[in-house]
T-cell receptor
């Protein structure tokens, strides 16, 4: 079993839809969770950073962590064509840089005008 | 503000040729630096990371090497490229407390 799994998609939604992106993981030591957005031919950029379980909201984006189920989600409300990108989840056991950050393979999202 | 520069953006190299990719960070001191490779449809694979000048940790044994000659400079090298070295190479940095990585814009390497 891979440490972090993510449906690669592609996921195609109409503009204005609510998008749900998900990751599952196997290592119960993970406590720090991140979502990155990567446009084509660009490096990933950090969208959300959360610690432990719960929700975090930033504008149209909501990150949700359920440690009991080892499941994290990113919700995008009122999706826009500019949200079309690959979304990578990432996680680590501690915030210090000496611990590895494990990335999911990414989900490709297309928002159709 | 902190910025990270990575070049070149695109590179086509023949098998057996050498490689040198450079990454520099501005606006911070003593960053932790990382080289990742991203293959098509796959996740990010950590190749090397460095917590200081001359301190390199290798995650994957292969024909690539990394060096950190200056605090904010990280170089990825190879003496002889293989076809399997093709991919998208990303440099990243973080502080000692990792609130996520900041990535460079990447280098698309094609070995022919």
């Amino acid at each position: 079993q891979k440490e972090v799994e993510q449906d690669p998609g592609p996921l195609s939604v109409p503009e204005g839809a609510i998008v749900s992106l998900n990751c599952t993981y196997s290592n119960s030591a993970f406590q720090y969770f991140m979502w990155y957005r990567q446009y084509s031919r660009k490096g990933p950029e950090l969208l959300m950073y959360t610690y432990s379980s719960g929700n975090k909201e930033d504008g149209r984006f909501t990150a949700q962590v359920d440690k009991s189920s080892k499941y994290i989600s990113l919700f995008i409300r009122d999706s826009q064509p500019s949200d079309s990108a690959t979304y990578l989840c990432a996680m680590s056991a501690s915030p210090t840089s000496y611990d590895k950050v494990i990335f999911g393979p990414g989900t490709s999202l297309s928002v159709i005008p | 503000s902190q910025t990270i520069h990575q070049w070149p953006a695109t590179l086509v190299q023949p098998v057996g040729s050498p490689l040198s990719l450079e990454c520099t960070v501005e606006g911070t001191s003593n960053p932790n630096l990382y080289w990742y490779r991203q293959a098509a449809g796959r996740g990010l694979q950590l190749l090397f990371y460095s917590i200081g000048i001359g301190q390199i940790s290798s995650e994957v044994p292969q024909n690539l090497s990394a060096s950190r000659p200056q605090d904010r400079q990280f170089i990825l090298s190879s003496k002889k490229l293989l076809l399997s070295d093709s991919g998208f190479y990303l440099c990243a940095w973080s502080g000692n407390i990792n609130y996520g990585y900041t990535f460079g814009s990447g280098t698309r390497l094609t070995v022919v």
